[in-house]
C-alpha cells in the first residue's frame, strides 16, 4: 500500500480531530482571501468611479480632499466657487466639456448633488461607461430629482414619489426644505460608484430651496465656513458651486489647462487629476491594507499551528502503529511520507474548503453589501495572486508536517513495541 493510501485511512480513522483542523484552516483561508478579495474589489470600485475626466477644479484644498468630497461624497468641501470663476475656466482654450456640481445638501442620509444635463451626458465610470436611465427621465425643470440605482431601492422610491431635501449632510436634520419639495422624474441604472448613493436634482433647484432660508443664514452666506457646511449663496455675480469636472478635447493640454487654474486670480482654487488624486488616496490606505493582510497570515499561522499540535499530539498515541508498519517492513523514509502526506491533505483540503465556503459567503452576502456598502464583490475563479496566497499556504502546511514525521522518524522500533505499564 503506498503512503498516500495510508494516509488517506489513517485521516479517515481520525476524522472528527482532522475534521476540527481542516475546518480550522478552511476559516483562516477564507479570511485570508476574502480580505485579499475585498481589498482588490474595493480598490477596483474606487477607480472606476470616474472615468474619462481629466481635471476635477474645486476650492483650494488638497487633491485627496477635493477628490473624496467631489467623486466620492465622504467629506465636506473646504469651500464654494463663484460661478463667475466656472465661466471663466470653462472657456479657456482646450476645454471640451464641463461638469458643474452642487453639494450641500441630503435626503435620508444620501447626499443630494445639484447638477445639470452634463452630468448624464458626459460622466463616465468603469471602462469610460456613461450612465443611463433605467426607468424615467432626466429633469427638465428645477423642481425635478433623478435618484441613483442604490438610493431608489433602499427607499423603495419609483417615478413620481415626492422628495424632500434637508440642510446638512447627516442623517438626521432640523432644517428641512418641505416648502421646496422635488418630483422623482428617472432613476439611473446601477454603476456601483457613489452616484448610485446619490440623489440629483438641478442647480437651480439648489439655488430655489436657499433663496427662502432666514434672513440670519443670508447674513452669513457669504462666510466661507458657511459656504463650507452647504449654503450655496446666490451673489449679484452668479450662484457658487462646489466643484466641476473637464473634459479636454486633449489630454497633452492637461498640465496646461491645470496650471492655469491653480494660478487663477479671480480666488483660490485647485485643480487635480483624478488618476494622481487616486493615487495618492491608495498610499494613504496602503498601511491599512497591508495590515489587514498581516492579520489574515497570522490568522493562517494560527490554523497551521492547530494542526501542528493535532498532529504532534496524535503521534504519541500512534507510536504503535509507526513501529509495527516498520515491523512489516516499512522504511523510515515510509513513515516520514505517511506524516507529511497526511498534513499536506489536511492543508490542501482546508484551502480547497475555504475557498468554496469564501464563495457561498460572497453569493449570500454580496447583494447586502452591494446595497449597503456600494461594493460588488464577484465570485469566480481564483486569480493568480490567489493561487499564490494557496501555494504558500500548502507549502507552509508541508513544512509544518516535517515536525511530527522527524519525531516519528527518529523513534526507534523497540521503544514503539514496547509495553508500558
Request: neutral net charge.
Amino acid at each position: 500500500m503506498t503512503p498516500f493510501a495510508l494516509s488517506l485511512k489513517s485521516l479517515r480513522n481520525r476524522r472528527f480531530t482532522v475534521g476540527l483542523t481542516v475546518a480550522s484552516i478552511a476559516l483562516s483561508i477564507a479570511l485570508l482571501l476574502g480580505v485579499e478579495r475585498i481589498r482588490r474589489e474595493a480598490q477596483t470600485s474606487f477607480t472606476s468611479t470616474i472615468s474619462g475626466t481629466d481635471l476635477i477644479v474645486g476650492a483650494r484644498t488638497s487633491p485627496v480632499q477635493l477628490l473624496l468630497s467631489s467623486v466620492f461624497r465622504l467629506s465636506d468641501a473646504s469651500n464654494n466657487m463663484d460661478w463667475n470663476s466656472y465661466e471663466a475656466i470653462a472657456s479657456y482654450p482646450g476645454v471640451s466639456w464641463t461638469i458643474p456640481i452642487s453639494l450641500g445638501d441630503s435626503y435620508r442620509g444620501f447626499r443630494v448633488l445639484g447638477t445639470t444635463s452634463a452630468y448624464l451626458d458626459h460622466l463616465q465610470y468603469g471602462k469610460k461607461q456613461s450612465l443611463r436611465l433605467e426607468t424615467g427621465e432626466w429633469f427638465s425643470e428645477e423642481h425635478g430629482v433623478v435618484l441613483g440605482a442604490e438610493v431608489a431601492n433602499r427607499l423603495g422610491h419609483r417615478v413620481g414619489d415626492e422628495v424632500v431635501v434637508a440642510h446638512g449632510a447627516g442623517e438626521v436634520s432640523f432644517i428641512e426644505h418641505d416648502e421646496h419639495p422635488f418630483t422623482v422624474t428617472g432613476v439611473l441604472a446601477p454603476t456601483g460608484t457613489s452616484v448610485d448613493r446619490t440623489v440629483h436634482v438641478a442647480l437651480k433647484g439648489i439655488d430655489a430651496i436657499h433663496e427662502g432660508m432666514e434672513a440670519g443664514q443670508h447674513e452669513h452666506s457669504h462666510d466661507p465656513l458657511a459656504m463650507a457646511h452647504g449654503e450655496h449663496p446666490v451673489t449679484d455675480k452668479g450662484a457658487s458651486i462646489t466643484a466641476f469636472f473637464i473634459g479636454l478635447k486633449s489630454r497633452t493640454a492637461a498640465l496646461g489647462v491645470q496650471r492655469m487654474v491653480n494660478e487663477y486670480r479671480g480666488e483660490p482654487l485647485s485643480a487635480v487629476m483624478p488618476a494622481a488624486a487616486l493615487q495618492q488616496l491608495w498610499e494613504i490606505v496602503g498601511v491599512v491594507e497591508r495590515l489587514l493582510l498581516a492579520v489574515s497570515g497570522f490568522v493562517v499561522l494560527v490554523g497551521l499551528a492547530g494542526m501542528l499540535v493535532a498532529l504532534m499530539t496524535s503521534l504519541n498515541e500512534r507510536r504503535r502503529e509507526m513501529a509495527v508498519l516498520r515491523s512489516v517492513g516499512a522504511r523510515p523514509g515510509h513513515v516520514l511520507g505517511l506524516v507529511v502526506g497526511e498534513a499536506a491533505l489536511v492543508t490542501l483540503l482546508g484551502v480547497v474548503l475555504g475557498f468554496l465556503f469564501l464563495q457561498l459567503l460572497i453569493v449570500i452576502g454580496g447583494p447586502t453589501a452591494a446595497v449597503r456598502f456600494g461594493l460588488f464583490i464577484s465570485t469566480g475563479l481564483p486569480t493568480a495572486w490567489d493561487l499564490v496566497l494557496c501555494g504558500i499556504v500548502c507549502i507552509a502546511g508541508i513544512l509544518v508536517g516535517l515536525v511530527p514525521a522527524y519525531r516519528s522518524y527518529r523513534y526507534a522500533l523497540a521503544d514503539g513495541l514496547m509495553v508500558r505499564v
